[in-house]
């Protein structure tokens, strides 16, 4: 059985910090995995998408990376800002009966950048 | 713009009551899926459509149905029988019914059970 887990569960950093979030998945026969943000109360958005053929993926100050062999996931925020507060959530998509691809969803890394 | 539009944001329900929730998306996607979020936890499936008139249980399902009429709509009913409905209900869509790409979300309903 697939399962996502993240590390840290949560980060305080002060502005202007790279960071990184880590995603570990224990079953490597996986089809893409996504990054989403999430703020308090709200719905997903997602942040980025790699396939399972990809090493990586960048957008703007996000750059995350993709080792199934190992089974880990990371999410590399450049020069951290307070907007960049939030839960981010890593899901690894896995071919299940039916020709459907379904997502596995880790608990999230709570990140505070304060000023 | 496109996107997926949930209703109510917040319901309140008495014990013994079912509630639907409502989702609706205008970005033409096939496939859609009903997620429960409780606090500290990762998302887990309820349900899922792949296409119009078609739908499959996901991890959760019991205690909860839908209903899959027309391509835009994906409407949770949750019934009295679920046991433990406090949460954060949350509706996405894919572009196509395998799943492939990005899954688009939208903004959430909050039930709480008095």
């Known amino acids: 059985k697939q399962e996502v887990t993240q590390i840290p569960a949560a980060l305080s950093v002060p502005e202007g910090e790279n960071l990184v979030l880590n995603c570990s998945f224990t079953?490597?026969?996986?089809?893409?995995l996504q990054w989403f943000r999430q703020d308090p109360g709200k719905g997903l958005t997602s942040l980025l998408l790699?396939?399972?053929?990809?090493r990586e993926q960048t957008s703007g100050r996000l750059n995350a990376s993709l080792d199934k062999s190992s089974g880990r996931s990371t999410l590399y925020i450049a020069a951290s800002q307070p907007g960049d507060s939030a839960t981010y959530l890593c899901?690894?998509?896995?071919?299940?009966?039916?020709?459907?691809?379904?997502?596995?969803f880790g608990a999230g890394t709570r990140l505070a950048v304060h000023p | 713009d496109g996107g997926i539009t949930q209703s109510p944001k917040y319901l309140f329900r008495k014990e013994g009551q079912n509630v639907t929730l409502s989702c609706e998306q205008n970005?033409?996607?096939?496939?859609m899926y009903w997620y429960r979020q409780d606090p500290g936890q990762g998302l887990r499936l309820i349900y899922y459509s792949q296409i119009v008139n078609d739908f499959q249980k996901g991890d959760i399902a019991e205690g909860y149905s839908v209903s899959r009429e027309k391509k835009e709509s994906f409407p949770l009913t949750v019934t009295s029988a679920q046991k433990n409905p406090t949460a954060f209900y949350l509706c996405?869509?894919?572009?196509?019914?395998?799943?492939?790409?990005?899954?688009?979300f939208g903004e959430g309903s909050r039930l709480t059970v008095l």
């Open positions: 079953d490597s026969a996986i089809y893409n």
């Open positions: 970005l033409n996607h096939d496939a």
């Open positions: 996405a869509s894919s572009i196509d019914r395998r799943n492939t790409g990005e899954l688009f």
């Open positions: 899901a690894v998509g896995a071919w299940v009966s039916g020709g459907y691809n379904k997502l596995i």
């Open positions: 790699i396939q399972s053929s990809q």
